[in-house]
């Protein structure tokens, strides 16, 4: 079951520069960074009232986000769902015809399994599944 907005990810052609503007100009305290291999990102999180703000950028200047920086520039890249139940949520949406890029969960940052649908399902909107370690209270 969907549980609540975990975050919003902006695409950054240069991540230094925005995690000093995210920090710095608006006052947002930087949580973190961490690669994802498996997205190809490196990403910075800022926590703020009960969601967060994670910036992406291509890992190794490689990955999907590489294409996306190129066709559009920075900007709003997809909305992250919490979820408690990945695996149903994905059969659940699939059979109500949204197309998933993955068949099955892959693994995110801070532990998390996530699965993302197709914009083209969701109206132009990159949407991510993520479920938590069950110990997570984050």
């Known amino acids: 079951m969907i549980l609540s907005l975990d975050h919003i ?3 950054v052609p240069d991540l230094a520069k925005a995690i000093q503007r995210y920090a710095e100009d608006f006052g947002i305290a930087l949580q973190g960074t961490e690669d994802v291999p498996s997205a ?5 999180f800022f926590p703020i009232d009960g969601t967060r703000i994670e910036l992406i950028h291509p890992l190794n200047g490689t990955g999907p986000v590489v294409k996306f920086l190129e066709q559009r520039g920075g900007g709003l890249h997809h909305l992250c769902f919490r979820t408690d139940d990945i695996e149903a949520d994905m ?3 699939s059979a109500k015809g949204y197309r998933f890029l993955s068949d099955t969960p892959q693994p995110g940052a801070h532990g998390t399994r996530v699965a993302f649908i197709h914009p083209k399902s969701t109206d132009g909107v990159l949407i991510e599944l993520a479920e938590h370690p069950k110990d997570a209270h984050g």
């Open 9 to 11: 990810a902006v695409a």
């Open 40 to 44: 190809k990102t490196s990403t910075a």
């Open 91 to 93: 059969q659940r949406l």
